[in-house]
């Protein structure tokens, strides 16, 4: 049309409508080059465009959309793109298409949000029309990812089905419509749908794997089917041997990922069908699936690796103590019995504590009922011996009462979720007792053994407890139904508590209760929003304080953007620290998926003029980036350790820890100088207590278990972990009670491989680690200090003194030569003589220097040898997260994993070679407790 586009639009006042339609055809040709030309005369293009008698009328609109896109007014060029109709061309490849596709699509899943939540809005048929022709275009171009990503964010399940059932790969289509639905930010209720989709979809399949069979039972688990479970693994338990393993495999995953009820419900379906069912599962294997899902089996497996592999070094520890030296201060001194429980959590090696018994004893009250309380640390998951082994600390007379609690406390702790075994002895002990401190420890260990149970008739008694009033007592109860109504969103128990909080005049009950309520709506989502909106708009910041938890555990893992955006408003307006510290902490359990996102959230809380917000900022990078050495995240929380408050410091210390986990100077060197840190900040004097404090219990998180466990709020196969999110919201509240502390050993999760074979022994076999040995090895154990002999200093002469010295010499000299002269001898000669000596031994002295070779001298260093590539490992031996990605199974050995990807944790192993003999690490659980024989018959001499 040549250099201007105004004769074009010239003909757009003509009346002929052949003229007009003709300029609109050519300047839609030219728009591209002459879009600021025709702006000028745009509302004569949409004149044309809202003239319902012009023919043209969707071209009319055509253009003036391209000229609003080129003048960057997208909201007005999208309205004419959808009065354009069949004009607007999904297929043409252009910026324009594609800007205005995106923008489509965006205003499309918000109608469909809408219309999701409240059902009365009305979708404009034009842009339904524009997104089904590009979901049409996505499965034309085989792009089914996109579609489906679209169609989840749209909730269109019709579409979700459409793009899997379309796709060439259906099994690998459904694995990423999983991990998809649950790191998006997707209702609960929808995320059901879906998954009840995928279930449908998998048993459609006719070639169902064993990686399927184990996805269909995670999906199962999101949706709570336990009866459905149990039915995956009878079929597998009455087929073949391949299938058996898949069934032992399936067990060991749904103790690894499932609540104490879901299991308690498998066990039930599991029992209930061997005696309903024709094809009964075999008694010896039944058993041995039932003592899975108990966690017999897994915990003493775990157990085994732990005190095997037990690397924690004790002169850390003593290096401690001696710094503490004959301070009293009972901070201190209770910070280490922590770090000592922390350090050597599940290890069953209390050596320390039986060495200093004097030492130990000095804890007094609270501090005494946390020491005892430290041993449930120690010998977590010793289910048999658990009892016998705090048995001395359960008064049978006048002893403490603080000791008694802290033992029940312990009991809890050591049967953590699986209390079967103990929980009517905690009950027992809080029905009988009436002292506060045994009270306490009754209430926690029970909340702690009977974790997620829903049982009733421990919630009534808890709930008696805390209609006592009393203080500690009622903060531990309120704390404890949560515990045992974990998840239930039960709204009896929600609205006794709230009576109670309004009630009462006591802080600690207040707080319990928030706790509490925060623990009942774990995982709840948006169906916590009414309550958690009643928490934030309550006059008493306790409450305000349990509602900000309230999201963390709600929404955890999930990183929804409302939640996010209400901690952030609460964490810089709200008038309570407390309150604001609690907001800033709850952004922590919801991206610990996305940790990469929180220090980069967080960076400019870290920086705030409240400390509280800087303390909360730290806590969250540590929960969100536990076990991770993100650069990112050590880099925010290195600079804070120098911070002008001592809690900032303290904070930033644990977090560092907690960040570091696991970690070797190979993958992030800095972690060699946080030790040293940490070090230095025990053992100056100058520093406050409460950063003293921080650092004692870093140096205890850091080598937790001895350092063979981390922190893992979510399982290799994308379940939240429950006991350990719980736990580190429980350990937050150290804050305001010291043996609070002990909840963050529910966080600690085994990181090992450990095979096993269908008869559940662990057999010995060799796997390898295709990275280089320093990058996952253990810290080397310090070194005691050297003890040198003094060396006495030279004495200092001074310059008077060498001048006396010289001149007393050379008078003597004087004299001498005086008195030879005056006795008539000649002594040129024997001066000639000496002076001859002196100056021959000088020369001899040089000559042997001179013969000396200088390279002799020189130490001759042994040459370093190249470190290996990789690295052969042993079966039961640590593997950290970051190291799974290397390892590597001989596909022709003896055994072989059936897992194929993310092998990790208690894997069963395939034994291609059954009829040759088996060398076993360890005797199965019949054989090691099987009584010996009696010994041979003998004569007495």
């Known amino acids: 049309i ?33 879009w600021a030309e025709i702006a000028n005369d745009i509302d004569k293009i949409e004149t044309l465009a809202e003239n319902e008698s012009f023919k043209c009328q969707n071209l009319a609109a055509l253009l003036a959309s391209k000229a609003y896109y080129h003048l960057g007014d997208y909201a007005t060029a999208t309205t004419y793109a959808l009065q354009a109709g069949s004009l607007f061309n999904l297929s043409n490849k252009s910026e324009y298409v594609d800007t205005l596709v995106a923008r489509f699509i965006d205003d499309y899943i918000k109608q469909r949000v809408r219309k999701f939540e409240s059902k009365d809005v009305v979708i404009d048929p034009k842009l339904e029309r524009i997104v089904e022709n590009m979901f049409d275009r996505c499965f034309a171009d085989c792009e089914f990812k996109q579609a489906l990503g679209v169609a989840l964010e749209a909730r269109r399940i019709d579409k979700i089905e459409e793009s899997i059932i379309k796709a060439v790969e259906i099994q690998s289509m459904i694995q990423y419509c999983f991990n998809v639905t649950t790191s998006l930010t997707i209702p609960r209720d929808f995320r059901f749908n879906v998954f009840h989709l995928l279930v449908k979809l998998y048993q459609s399949i006719s070639s169902v794997t064993s990686i399927d069979a184990l996805q269909i039972v995670q999906i199962l688990v999101f949706l709570d089917d ?36 879901f299991l308690n419900e498998i066990q039930s379906h599991l029992k209930v069908a061997n005696e309903i069912n024709n094809t009964k599962i075999p008694e010896k294997l039944l058993t041995k699936v039932l003592q899975i899902l108990s966690g017999e089996i897994p915990i003493n497996l775990s157990m085994e690796f732990l ?62 009922f946390s020491a005892t309380a430290s041993l449930g640390v120690i010998y977590k998951g010793h289910l048999k011996e658990g009892f016998s082994i705090m048995k001395p600390y359960i008064p049978r007379g006048n002893e403490s009462p603080y000791s008694h609690g802290g033992a029940l406390y312990a009991l809890g702790i050591i ?6 075994e103990i929980v009517d002895h905690l009950s027992k002990s809080l029905r009988e007792n009436k002292l506060e401190p045994v009270q306490h420890g009754a209430c926690l260990g029970l909340g702690i053994a009977a974790m997620a149970t829903c049982n009733d008739e421990y919630y009534n008694q808890l709930y008696e407890i805390l209609q006592l009033d009393l203080a500690v007592a009622g903060n531990s109860a309120a704390i404890s139904i949560g515990l045992i109504m974990l998840g239930s969103a039960s709204q009896k128990a929600i609205n006794a508590m709230l009576t109670i909080a309004h009630d009462t005049q006591h802080e600690m009950i207040i707080r319990g209760v928030a706790i509490g309520i925060g623990l009942l709506m774990y995982g709840r989502e948006d169906e916590a929003d009414t309550l958690i909106e009643q928490l934030v708009l309550d006059k008493d910041p306790l409450l305000r304080y349990g509602g900000m938890y309230t999201i963390a555990l709600a929404y955890c893992g999930t990183a929804n953007n409302n939640a996010i955006r209400r901690l952030l408003h609460v964490a810089v307006s709200d008038v309570s620290d407390d309150v604001r510290r609690a907001a800033v902490i709850a952004l922590g359990f919801l991206l610990f998926r996305q940790p990469k996102q929180c220090p980069r959230l967080v960076s400019l809380l870290a920086e705030s003029y409240n400390p509280h917000v800087r303390y909360g900022a730290t806590l969250a990078v540590g929960i969100s980036c536990a076990g991770t050495a993100l650069k990112e995240a050590i880099d925010l929380l290195e600079p804070m350790t120098t911070d002008s408050t001592d809690f900032v410091r303290q904070g930033a210390l644990i977090a560092l820890s907690m960040v570091l986990m696991q970690t070797s100077k190979a993958q992030e060197p800095k972690v060699e100088t946080i030790r040293k840190l940490f070090e230095e900040k025990i053992t100056d004097k100058h520093e406050d207590i409460m950063a003293k404090f921080g650092a004692i219990l870093a140096t205890g998180i850091i080598d937790a278990g001895g350092r063979n466990v981390n922190i893992m709020l979510q399982s290799r196969l994308g379940h939240k972990n429950m006991s350990a999110i719980v736990g580190l919201a429980l350990f937050t509240q150290y804050w305001y009670w010291y043996p609070m502390i002990h909840f963050i050993s529910l966080a600690l999760t085994p990181t090992a491989f450990i095979g096993v074979t269908s008869d559940l022994k662990v057999p010995k076999f060799n796997y390898t680690s295709n990275a280089r040995p320093s990058l996952f090895a253990y810290p080397p154990e310090i070194k005691p200090p050297t003890t040198t002999a003094p060396v006495r200093a030279p004495t200092a002469i001074l310059s008077t003194s060498r001048k006396a010295a010289a001149r007393a010499q050379k008078k003597a000299e004087e004299k001498e030569r005086a008195g030879l002269q005056s006795s008539g001898l000649t002594g040129s000669t024997n001066l000639t003589n000496s002076t001859l000596t002196a100056s021959t031994s000088l020369l001899d002295d040089s000559q042997a220097a001179m013969e000396i070779d200088p390279e002799d001298k020189k130490e001759t260093k042994p040459k370093e040898e190249k470190e290996s590539n990789s690295e052969v490992k042993q ?11 290397y390892l590597s199974f001989n596909s022709n050995g003896r055994y072989v994993p059936i897992k194929k990807h993310d092998v990790f944790g208690i894997v069963l192993l395939r034994d291609t070679q059954p009829d040759q003999g088996e060398e076993l690490i360890l005797v199965s659980q019949d054989e090691k407790n099987k009584e010996p024989a009696p010994p041979q018959a003998f004569a007495y001499p």
Do not use: P
């Open 307 to 368: 005190c095997r592999n037990n690397n924690a070094d004790i002169a850390i520890i003593k290096n401690m103590k001696n710094a503490l030296g004959e301070s009293r201060s009972s901070v201190q001194h209770i910070a280490i019995i922590f770090s000592h429980a922390i350090m050597h959590a599940c290890t069953t090696r209390d050596s320390f504590l039986r060495d200093n018994l004097d030492w130990f004893g000095r804890a007094t009250n609270w501090a005494k």
């Open 875 to 885: 079966n039961l031996s640590r593997v950290t997260i970051n190291q799974i990605k």
């Open 2 to 34: 040549g250099v201007s586009a105004s004769s074009l639009l010239s003909l757009l006042d003509e009346e002929q409508e052949e003229l007009q339609v003709y300029a609109l055809q050519q300047l839609d040709l030219a728009i591209n080059e002459h």
């Open 226 to 261: 336990s009866s459905s479970v149990a039915d995956i693994i009878v079929k597998n338990l009455t087929a073949d041997q391949e299938n058996v393993l898949l069934g032992l495999q399936i067990a060991f995953d749904l103790w690894n990922g499932a609540s104490q009820q």
């Open 415 to 420: 049967n953590a979720n699986h209390g079967k």
